[in-house]
C-alpha cells in the first residue's frame, strides 16, 4: 500500500461541514438514509445541492467549471456522504470516473462539453465495459465500432450498466480492430455513446430487491462521432485499467452497509456489542488503505494493485456487516432496521461482483505482488 497522508486540521472542517449540512438535509426530510446509496440513491436534486457547495468536480480545475481542490478533500466528502447514506447515484459515476478519465484522455472539445455540467451537477454517466458472457474479462468484449465516414459504427451489448436508463451517456470499451489471440488487449477503444441517440436500445434488469439501477444496453448500428473517440483508437485497454484505480478504491466499496454499523454501535441492532470491536477495526484499516489510495491518485502515481486490495477486502466487509446484522435480528425484523437489514442481505451478492468479481482481482493481486 501507498503511504498514508495525515489528515489536516482543514480536511477536518470540512469533514463538519459536510455532516452539519447532512444532518439538515434529514432533518428537512428531503432524503432518508440508505444501504448502498451510492449505487441506489438517485436524486439529481441533492446532486445540484452539492455542486451548489463545490462538493461535485472537486479535482475538476477551474477552467472547465471545478474546483481545482485535490483527491484527499474529494476523498473527505465522500466519505461523509457514503457514510450518512446519501444518495448520490445521480452523479457518482461522472464525479468519480469519468471526469478524471476526461481530463486525462479527453479532447478539449469533451472537456468542455462534459466537465462543467458534470461540476453542476447536471450530466449523468454511466460505464459500458460488461458484456454477456464475458464476466470480468474486458479483453474478450465482442462489442465493435466499425470506422465509417464521420466516426464509428457501433454494434453490440453492454450489461449490468448501472443508471443507464437515466444517464446521459456512457463511455463503452469496444473493439475497433480484428482482434489478435496473441495481443488481447490489443485494438480495443473508448468512445463516449449518447444513450437517447438512434440505434440504442436500454432494457431494465429488475434485482431481486425489486429496485431498478442495472440495464442491458443493446447498441443496433449507433453511429458515434468521431469527436467523441475517447484518447487514442486502440489503446482503450490502457485507458481502462488507469480508471480502474478509481473505481476500485473508494469508500463506496466498504461503507454500502455503514448504516448498519452505526445502528449496531447504538445498540438499535444486534442487542449486543460482541465483535464490535473487530469490526471497528477492519472499518478503520479499511479507512486508512483507501485514504493512502487517494493520496497515491493526488500525486500521480500508480494506484491500481492497492486499488484491487481495497475493493476485494471492502466488498467483503460489506457483505460480513449485511450477514451479522441479519443473522442477530433474524427473519421479519420489525425495527426501523429491519427494512434495511432485508435490502444489505439482498444486494450483498453484487457486492463482489461489480467493478471486478473479487475472484479475478485475487488473480490481479497475486502477479501483481509477484511482479514486484
Known sequence: MPPVTAETP??????????????????????????????????????????????LGMTIPAEYGGHGRGFLERFAVTEELLAAGAP?????????????????????????????????????????????????????????????????????????????????????LVRTAPADPQHRHDGLSQLIVDLRAPGVRISPIISMTGRHHFNEVHL?????????????????????????????????????????????????????????????????ALHQMSLAVAGALQAGCDADLPAAMVKVLGTRFEGDIAERAHLATGPGDSSSYGEAIDLALLQRPGFTLRGGTNEILRGVIARGLGMR
Open 10 to 55: 482543514e480536511l477536518g472542517a470540512l469533514r463538519r461541514e459536510v455532516r452539519a449540512f447532512v444532518d439538515d438535509e434529514i432533518a428537512h426530510g428531503r432524503w432518508a438514509p440508505g444501504i448502498d446509496s451510492w449505487m441506489t440513491g438517485w436524486d439529481p436534486s441533492f446532486s445540484k445541492r452539492l455542486a451548489e457547495r463545490g462538493w
Open 88 to 172: 448520490v447515484g445521480f452523479h457518482w459515476i461522472a464525479d468519480r470516473q469519468v471526469a478524471p478519465n476526461l481530463l486525462r484522455f479527453g479532447t478539449e472539445e469533451q472537456k468542455q462539453a462534459y466537465l462543467p455540467r458534470i461540476a453542476a451537477g447536471e450530466c449523468s454517466f454511466a460505464i459500458g465495459m460488461s458484456e454477456p458472457d464475458s464476466g470480468s474479462d474486458l479483453a474478450s468484449v465482442r462489442a465493435r465500432g466499425e470506422k465509417v465516414d464521420g466516426g464509428w459504427r457501433v454494434t453490440g451489448t453492454k450489461v449490468w450498466t448501472s443508471g443507464a436508463h437515466e444517464a446521459e451517456a456512457f463511455i463503452a
Open 220 to 284: 443496433d448500428g449507433v453511429l458515434v462521432p468521431d469527436e467523441r473517440l475517447l484518447g487514442e483508437a486502440g489503446s482503450g485497454w490502457d485507458q481502462v485499467t488507469s480508471e480502474l484505480a478509481y473505481e476500485r478504491s473508494g469508500p463506496e466499496r466498504w461503507l454500502s452497509t455503514f448504516l448498519l454499523v452505526r445502528a449496531w454501535a447504538s445498540g438499535a441492532v444486534g442487542g449486543n456489542g460482541v465483535g464490535l470491536g473487530a469490526t471497528v477495526a477492519r472499518l478503520r
